[in-house]
């Protein structure tokens, strides 16, 4: 009897130490801004329902331990055919190295390849001399990025600083756009790659809509669709997406299906 109480005690000791050695849950705020690039291809006629879906984060995010390269997980969860295409995604994990957090991310802009790829080409390089740590690039959306000692501006307005791939600012509400500023519960700046930090809607996507940006319910879920017959969403599209606060992520209807065609806010 003695050795059973003893092996016991010794068994509730170790949960208890395994219980309080354990890290807590992590979770990104509220309005923590992930600038990705998606690495595969989407075609509005060839995709289907359950599809994976996979974007790389291009910059890593200011404190957090969040690093470029981790994996936005998802997949597709809805698809219209012609003649009125449409694809709706949903991303739901954040994956680095050997772990994974679930988040629930609403969209604030997509850029095309070439789009990217215009913001990445310094727009100073035939000058003699200049190296890209010294150079001048536009973002997604006109901002210019000074770097060698610069800031990121608006015109003559400061906005933000360069970092090693991408900048850091705070984000920004264009007059007339549906996309928020800073979030007064998550006030620092963030990580906005190249895009501009009032970046909003569709840069590079003549023939595309943003039918639900994911933000309002149902939440996470991202409809594109096409004024066309079918699209593509092309591998190394930029996407600026933003986390949504847990008790907005948590309450989803009965039915998602039914407001998938929805316009919200980004």
């Given at each position: ?23 807590a849950p992590f ?27 996979r974007a790389t ?139 501009s930090s009032d ?68």
């Amino acid at each position: 009897m003695r050795t059973f109480m003893i092996a016991t005690l010794i068994a509730v000791a170790a949960t208890t130490c395994l219980a309080q050695a354990a890290p807590a849950p992590f979770a990104l705020p509220s309005g923590t801004v992930l600038p990705v690039s998606l690495d595969g291809t989407l075609r509005s006629d060839h995709v289907h329902v359950g599809q994976p879906v996979r974007a790389t984060l291009m910059q890593s995010i200011p404190g957090t331990r969040i690093h470029r390269g981790a994996h936005l997980l998802g997949q597709v969860v809805a698809v219209t055919p012609a003649p009125h295409p449409s694809i709706t995604l949903r991303f739901s994990k954040l994956a680095q190295r050997d772990s994974t957090i679930p988040v629930t991310v609403s969209l604030r802009a997509m850029a095309s390849l070439l789009e990217v790829e215009e913001a990445e080409t310094p727009e100073d390089m035939a000058m003699r001399g200049t190296v890209p740590e010294n150079a001048t690039t536009r973002q997604i959306g006109g901002q210019q990025v000074y770097r060698g000692g610069g800031p990121v501006a608006e015109g003559m307005t400061p906005v933000g600083k360069p970092v090693a791939y991408g900048i850091l600012a705070a984000p920004l509400a264009r007059p007339g756009n549906n996309c928020r500023a800073q979030i007064d519960a998550n006030p620092a700046p963030q990580a906005f790659w190249l895009f501009s930090s009032d970046a909003c809607g569709l840069f590079g996507y003549p023939n595309l809509l943003i039918r639900h940006a994911g933000r309002t319910m149902p939440a996470g879920q991202i409809v594109f669709a096409s004024t066309g017959r079918r699209f593509t969403l092309q591998s190394g599209s930029g996407l600026l997406l933003r986390v949504l606060p847990t008790a907005i992520s948590s309450a989803q209807p009965s039915n998602p299906g039914s407001l998938a065609l929805m316009t919200s806010p980004r």
